[in-house]
């Protein structure tokens, strides 16, 4: 299994850049990496997922380095309502192979 | 479009009862899974399906178990509830092995 391994916490305040970083040593080969948002007594949520380099959506960006072992969440200008915590999670090609979430990164946004 | 929808929503069960969790999705998704979160953990995945008539085990398969009839329906059932089965459990589906997960809002369960 891929296993997973992030900061369990982190603090920004209002409008400052976040970046959350995963590391992920033993991603096989055909493995994407994708990211989920979670607020308290909801399900996590799917932010952005990529396989190498750059990705870029409306809410985030992932980087990627060419060795695949580590990514990066980045969040331009967070607020108050990015609150929540972040779940790195390194998926399989052919679904048969368990899904491990890490424990997630509790991001606190200050006002 | 209603997702993921799990039923119920809380449940308070006694030591030694039975319950069946249910998943229901209409985006006619193969790929279905239960996941449990413990309080301040991450997800960890009980049971999942790649398709109707097949299921497989999770990383903490014990105690619980599934079936897949339709693709439509993927339950969770406990037979014989403990209390360290006091959890917030999550459905999830998702279209292809590339795509991302789509989850529904969690069943939180109390076993006393």
């Known amino acids: 299994l891929a296993k997973t391994t992030q900061p369990i916490s982190m603090d920004s305040y209002e409008g400052q850049e976040v970046n959350i970083t995963c590391s992920h040593n033993?991603?096989?080969?055909?493995?994407?990496i994708t990211w989920y948002q979670q607020f308290p007594s909801q399900g996590p949520r799917f932010i952005i997922q990529?396989?190498?380099t750059k990705v870029t959506n409306e809410v985030a960006s992932l980087f990627i380095p060419a060795d695949r072992k580590s990514s990066t969440l980045s969040l331009p200008r967070v607020s108050l309502s990015d609150t929540a915590v972040y779940y790195c999670?390194?998926?399989?090609?052919?679904?048969?192979?368990?899904?491990?979430f890490g424990s997630g990164t509790r991001l606190q946004v200050q006002p | 479009n209603a997702g993921v929808t799990q039923t119920p929503k809380f449940r308070i069960l006694k030591i030694g009862q039975s319950m069946t969790l249910q998943c229901t999705q209409d985006?006619?998704?193969?790929?279905m899974y239960w996941y449990r979160q413990d309080p301040g953990m991450g997800l960890k995945l009980i049971y999942y399906?790649?398709?109707?008539?097949?299921?497989d085990k999770g990383e903490v398969p014990n105690g619980y178990n599934v079936s897949r009839s339709t693709t439509e329906d993927f339950p969770l059932r406990l037979e014989l509830a403990a209390p360290s089965q006091t959890s917030v459990y999550f459905c999830a589906t998702r279209d292809t092995v590339n795509q991302p997960q789509h989850f529904g809002d969690g069943t939180r369960l109390s076993i006393l």
């Open positions: 990529g396989y190498k």
């Open positions: 399906s790649v398709g109707a008539g097949i299921t």
């Open positions: 985006m006619n998704h193969n790929y």
């Open positions: 033993n991603i096989a080969t055909n493995d994407y």
């Open positions: 999670l390194v998926a399989t090609d052919t679904g048969r192979r368990a899904l491990t």
